[in-house]
């Protein structure tokens, strides 16, 4: 597996680093620490920027290399990830609302979103040690690939994974009873309800990819951003992990732009945010 760090400097980014030490990656994965800076920028706070994160990861024994670009963030960090075909791109968000990464239209983020091709690892508020993963699940069938992109990226952790899957009003069938808009996970499984098949297909799939821990179901009702923020709120996790939404043919990451409900989920989680 191949990992793009990216920073531009600053203890925010340097979070990116900080996460992906405590992942539990295997000695295998290879990890590039892209620094840039502008054209006539000072190169020294990125070597620095570059010590400390090697320090972050120093006990995951993973291969290193340093890369250090000029030029505009967005163009410089694109073509290093489309050109060395990362598996994955981490950048450190700091806070809700700082970091490099800031998910606004136009930013150096929205404009990466719309263009990589590659999983996407969001990286803010990180604790002493990850325990609690949520992985959302679609409306429809949960996506295959994002169980599997979750299994072997989350295998290494001790973590408790939950499964959440948020029935909301447009997901409702004509005829659907009122005890189906208020049934817990565990009663939907037991009944067989569609919600229930679809919350054990994700957790079938999710310990085909790897996760030999504690799998979680859990369902909530309601509007699909409240909820799924609330779960997070909450169950105070540490990682949310989200598919992004895209119609075959079209730019997987536009889809994330386009798509309102993970915009908000990535810009308002207080967690780090996994988008596969």
Known sequence: MKLLVCTDGSPAA???????????LSQDVAITLLGVVDEHGDASALEASFD???KLLDGAQLNLARKIRRG???EQILEEAVAHAYDLVIVGGGGQHHGLLHFKVGSTTSKLARKLHTHFLVARNIPNQV????VCTGAEAPAVDTMRVSGQM??????????LHVMSQISLKPGSIPEELIAT???????????GQHLQRAMQQLSQAGITGSIIPRLRHGLVVDEVLAEVREGKYDIMVVGAHYQPGQNRWLGILLDDVTDQLINQAPCSVLIV
Do not use: C, F, W
């Open 52 to 54: 400390r994160m090697a």
């Open 72 to 74: 505009d963030s967005y």
């Open 14 to 24: 340097e979070q990116a680093a900080l996460l992906v030490g405590k992942l539990g």
């Open 154 to 163: 989350l295998a290494g952790l001790p973590a408790e994974i939950t499964v």
């Open 185 to 195: 996970a565990e009663t939907a499984i037991t009944k067989n309800t569609r919600e």
């Open 131 to 134: 325990k609690k993963v949520l």
